[in-house]
């Protein structure tokens, strides 16, 4: 998919702005792997061979995406995908602080 058609997509749920996330491209710099990621519901749409997934969540499978985002760890730099949604690194770490400072 084209940058610029990806640019113009917005959250299906809240219509809030989508973030990318680029991982592969062709050579005409078209989106081949990656993901977009809500900026308001957290939510993360894979994009897989160019087409974004962004079904609702009752019509994603779970196992289906689990291998992309092993695939994909790097680029998440160790946050956790958990309901669709990208867990900031910040928010785990502050659910399991002990307050031992
Ligand atoms: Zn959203």
Known sequence: ???ATIEKLCCPFDRSDLELTRITEDLAGKIEEGWLHCTQCKRM???VKGIPIMNPDEYREFSLEQPLLERWQKQLKGKQVKNFRILDK???EADTTDNSD
Do not use: D, H, N, R
């Open 90 to 92: 910040a928010q785990e």
């Open 1 to 3: 998919m084209k940058l």
């Open 45 to 47: 749409y894979p994009i």
